[in-house]
């Protein structure tokens, strides 16, 4: 699920990070579902069992949040109107809350994977 990211790579380097901060705040404010009072984690397509099983995992509230946000959203999406300015989504609450849990998934999937692949091997008993 999870793409390789450069995001440790420019955060390490000062004027990498003085240069792509500001264009990315730019980008997700060109995207425009923060217009629609959506976050970041909401775009994450539900196809796939890893995302499914982070959602079942959310807390309720967290939950209730999201249905929310995407009803809205879509409602707002079939009337051709934004959100007013006091409703969208400020980039300080744009935050990841499901991201960390499909990585936690997807660690957990790994360990299992290499687990059920492990060859145990008898110590050979030796004469004495």
């Known amino acids: 699920m999870s793409a390789p990211s450069l995001a440790n790579f ?17 980008y997700a404010d060109l995207a425009g579902y923060r217009k629609l009072g959506l976050r970041a984690d909401d ?16 807390p309720p509230n967290e939950a209730y949040d999201r249905v ?4 809205r959203a879509f409602q707002c999406s079939l009337s051709h109107q ?22 936690e998934i997807e660690a957990e999937n790994k ?13 050979a008993k030796s004469p004495t």
């Not at 929310?68 to 009803?71: D, S």
């Open 43 to 58: 775009l994450i397509p539900e196809e796939n069992k890893t995302v499914l099983l982070a959602l079942k995992r959310l």
């Open 68 to 71: 929310f946000r995407l009803r």
């Open 111 to 123: 360990e299992r994977g290499d687990l059920d692949a492990m060859i145990v091997k008898k110590k």
């Open 10 to 26: 420019v955060m390490k380097r000062p004027y990498l990070k003085r240069w792509m901060i500001p264009l990315s705040e730019w």
């Open 82 to 103: 934004l959100l007013p300015k006091e409703e969208q989504t400020k980039p300080e609450e744009d935050y990841e809350y499901l991201s960390p849990i499909i990585r």
